[in-house]
Nanobody, 126 residues
């Protein structure tokens, strides 16, 4: 069983920045692929960004050049740095773990992840 706890959400003005953190339980965090998804009211959960076990990354087009993902295996934590935030980035952000990921695999669909955090609200005002 893996527990994921997100933190760092909040209210920010357009153009501002936030950093989300996701702390994972367990001793094998370095073997997980990690991803961030978001869900706005009335919309489906969508892929944002992910990082593989070897720290390669993949970004949704909507966040390229603005969002960055990183991981600290010593702290069992993955980070989402969000810059130049836009009102359309407003959503609940979820951290997810793929505990069966191969070395370079990056999951982009929700069904490729088997553990999820509770979500953290990000609201960007115009």
């Amino acid at each position: 069983q893996v527990q994921l706890v997100e933190s760092g959400g909040g209210l920010v003005q357009a153009g501002g920045s936030l950093r989300l953190s996701c702390a994972a339980s367990g001793r094998t965090f370095s073997s997980y692929g990690m991803g961030w998804f978001r869900q706005a009211p009335g919309k489906e959960r969508e892929f944002v960004i992910a990082i593989s076990r070897r720290s390669s990354t993949y970004y949704a087009d909507s966040v390229k050049g603005r969002f960055t993902i990183s991981r600290d295996n010593a702290k069992n934590t993955v980070y989402l740095q969000m810059n130049s935030l836009k009102p359309e980035d407003t959503a609940v952000y979820y951290c997810a773990a793929d505990t069966s990921a191969s070395w370079g695999f990056i999951g982009r669909r929700p069904d490729e992840y088997d553990y999820w955090g509770q979500g953290t609200q990000v609201t960007v005002s115009s």
